[in-house]
């Protein structure tokens, strides 16, 4: 009986939290943006600033001073790329930086008089590319479509070359793209994937630092006291109330941003749905519990900006989407396994893009459940250990001075007669 009565009582907690949570998150529009808005907006936005993920007939001048056969075919060539678009020569290089300058041309291609000559000889050729680096898209492009016909056009020579050696025909070896996952080499495609995963994360943890800022908030103005607060709750419990809840708001937002964004823009969709939502339930429940260990660093609504925007860039980084991963100090790569975001993002990537199953992705499934124990074991720590003997502390102090905390908060304002210690002798004293 005893142990039954345990059972409830736990699950009386539960309840409880769940109850308290969604009415804290509901009354705070703050914490809404977070938790619904910043997912539902953020994703389409930033799909849109990288639409169109590839550009074609990117305009180019040349500057051919070899005059050639071999220059002119490369040219043609180059012109037929989906790519690049030839709109003419120039004189020399002075004229084309002019027409760059102008914005006639994004790209110059520059033939020295001796191209011909060395590649006949059996020598390296060399053609120089200048392109305008204000758009990345473009220098992409245009590198792209060069490398491809220089690689065509090298195999055909030595093809010619050795023909005469051994039985052959056509190029010496063939070049040939295949992409698997990303079919439109999009940056889009190669970056949003995991982009979508980290706005999921930061979204959650943000909002609940928001929530908890509004907790420390009614505690300064109600002495101590938070009469929304669910310390009643058994600390285990409440956590995991909370962390359901916390699933439920981001139910839609994690359908919406990843499936029907991609959908949308027409990014790989090679995953299963069901697979994909298995993989970010222990995602997103990690990323719960990360937020309410995170919260104990925040103590306003200015302090979530300030500390959890500025960690945003650090975890995107840690992905490995920017830097290769295996480059990596060690110490960093010892943190990055500690975000929910850096498994979530590449499994989801390797699941939506390349079309791996979950029991392909056993590895970082079975991670982020083993973070889900990490971070709720850090959360409980966190909540009893400081945030229960932090508010105790306050209503203490509030007790021996009923304005304390009042003083506390215009001190940290600014107030100019709170940060002047006579003052704040002279009306303790009265």
């Not at 977070?34 to 074609?56: K, T």
């Not at 050729?125 to 990345?136: E, I, K, N, Q």
């Not at 295996?326 to 990055?336: E, F, K, L, M, N």
């Not at 203490?396 to 002798?425: F, I, R, S, V, W």
Request: proline share 4%; charged share 20%; net charge negative.
């Amino acid at each position: 009986m005893k142990e039954s009565g345990e059972k409830i009582g736990w699950l009386h907690s539960i309840g409880l939290s769940m109850i308290q949570e969604f009415k804290l998150i509901f009354r705070d529009e703050a914490v809404i943006i977070f938790f619904v808005v910043l997912a539902i907006v953020y994703p389409p936005l930033y799909s849109l600033i990288y639409n169109p993920e590839v550009v074609h007939d990117e305009a180019m001048v040349v500057v051919d001073d070899s005059h050639s056969e071999l220059s002119r075919e490369f040219v043609r060539k180059l012109d037929a790329t989906p790519d690049v678009k030839i709109k003419g020569y120039a004189h020399d290089m002075e004229e084309a930086k002019q027409m760059m300058a102008r914005k006639e041309c994004y790209g110059i291609a520059f033939f020295p008089a001796n191209f011909e000559t060395e590649v006949m000889r059996g020598n390296q050729g060399h053609v120089a590319l200048y392109t305008d680096m204000s758009v990345m898209m473009r220098y992409k492009a245009m590198l792209t479509a060069l490398t491809n016909v220089q690689m065509e056009m090298c195999s055909k020579i030595q093809g010619e070359k050795m023909q005469n050696v051994i039985n052959m025909d056509g190029g010496f070896v063939e070049s040939r793209q295949v992409p698997l996952g990303n079919t439109a080499m999009g940056i889009a495609s190669a970056v949003l994937p995991f982009i979508l995963v980290y706005v999921l994360q930061q979204g959650m943890i943000m909002g609940i630092a928001m929530n908890h800022a509004g907790s420390i908030g009614r505690r300064r103005r109600n002495r101590g006291i938070d009469r929304l607060d669910e310390a009643k709750a058994l600390p285990g419990a409440m956590i995991i109330g909370k962390a359901l809840v916390h699933l439920f708001y981001y139910l839609f937002p994690a359908i919406f941003a990843l499936h029907i964004v991609p959908l949308i823009f027409k990014f790989p969709m090679n995953g299963s749905f069901i697979e994909i939502a298995l993989l970010m339930f222990p995602f997103l429940l990690a990323s719960s519990f990360m937020g309410q260990s995170l919260r104990v660093f925040v103590n306003n609504r200015e302090g979530v900006f300030l500390i959890l925007a500025f960690t945003s860039l650090i975890f995107v980084f840690l992905t490995g989407v920017s830097w290769p991963h295996y480059q990596i100090a060690p110490y960093w790569d010892v943190i990055s396994r500690m975000i929910p975001g850096y498994w979530g993002s590449t499994a989801y990537v390797q699941m939506q893009v390349n079309g791996a199953s979950l029991s392909q992705m056993k590895d970082f499934y079975t991670s982020l459940w083993v973070l889900c124990g990490i971070w709720f074991v850090i959360a409980y720590l966190v909540e009893i250990l400081v945030l229960r003997p932090k508010y105790r502390a306050m209503q203490l102090e509030c007790e021996l001075d009923p304005e304390a905390l009042n003083k506390h908060t215009l001190y940290l304002q600014g107030d100019d007669n709170m940060l002047n210690p006579e003052l704040l002798d002279d009306d303790d004293e009265e």
